[in-house]
């Protein structure tokens, strides 16, 4: 594992962990990351655990692996030695491997990881005061071409499985050191106390592992993430909108960044599929459906694109009966782009006119510009080449 960082002294990987096997040939030992509880116990009784101790051996392998961090089923002291031989023999621990770690000036992590068929995605960490948010990828590059977004100029190659989106999780909590430690004092600080899928990928496109992976993050004997403490960003993909309410039941982000269709189809192109009016009427339901309290909209700041005072008023008009925040995101810069970010007194003026209208108006603080790692800037190194500037605009439409 190669690091990058700027002077900053970080919580180190604890070094026995990276000597465990990260990848598993196809025909090896079936990996129990990103397993849910009924497909772990499944996974027992057909390997031939007895039915009666399914559940018991179930729970106290979940323990092992989700609370205490463990990866060597000879460390599982509570399991009879003759199971535990039984357990290494047909299964495994698996997490993806990672290649580099960079860490920004402002704290922000950001991590290369390979996963099975050696590609590569990546994961940021951002500490915050009284919090630390950890953005995961769903998928290596991403389908919806988003022509501000840098990851959205890779292809879109593979879904993750369930267990390398809950492997992102667990291998950030070994960096930073957050395991408890067996018969040291309970310690209730989360360094990892929220979850974001906004990573590499459109979430809702790779639902089912999607969903899994988050059964797996927020079981409270495990991870124990809240439900409230995850938030599933998506470009609109309007059919799965109800279905995540119902299965997932996590906060929803939605990457509006425009207020006509006209503006929206270019930037977001699956808008030609499901238009504004489509997306808002399945948004109006979500709240209900997942016990949520308000949908965030994210909205992406860009020069004379998207940005005026009607834009502004035609916003919240558009939005007008949906419990609802919206964050402003000035726009993170990469090599190539076609756009410009908003200057501030712009993008404050906007935010006035949101806030005047009765809606939290936030405008994010970029993080991790330095190590490429703010919103929209993810991009794996399976694509290193750059496309064209001309390139990237004709696909803008510019």
Known sequence: MTETTTPITPAPITPDLLT??????????????????????????????????????????????????????????????????????????????????????????????????????????????????????????????????????????????????????????????????????KDETRLVSNLVLMGMGEPLYNFDNVRDAMKVVMDGEGLSLSRRRITLSTSGVVPEIARAAEEIGCLLAVSFHATTDAVRDRLVPINKRWNIATLLGALRDYPRLSNSERITFEYVMLDGVNDSDEDARRLVRLIAGIPAKINLIPFNEWPGAPYRRSDRARIEAFAEIIFKAGYASPIRTPRGEDIMAACGQLKSATERARKPARAIAAEAGL
């Open 20 to 185: 465990v096997p990260r990848r598993l040939p196809a025909d090896g030992p079936v990996n129990l990351v990103g397993l849910t509880r009924a497909a772990l116990r499944d996974a027992l009784i057909a390997a031939g655990t007895p039915e009666r101790q399914a559940g018991m051996r179930t729970g106290q392998i979940w323990q092992w692996i989700y609370h205490w961090g463990v990866r060597d089923f000879a460390a599982m002291t509570n399991l009879a030695r003759d199971y535990r031989g039984f357990l290494a023999e047909r299964f495994a621990i698996v997490l993806p491997e990672v290649v580099t770690r960079q860490v920004s000036a402002d704290g922000t992590r950001k991590y290369l990881l390979r996963i099975a068929g050696g590609h590569e995605v990546e994961t940021v960490y951002i500490p915050e005061e009284n919090r630390g948010t950890l953005c995961v990828s769903s998928q290596v590059g991403c389908t919806l071409t988003c022509s501000f977004c840098h990851t959205g100029t890779q292809k879109l190659v593979r879904n993750l499985t369930a267990g390398e989106i809950v492997g992102q999780v667990m291998l950030v909590r070994d960096d930073l050191g957050e395991w408890p430690v067996p018969g040291a004092p």
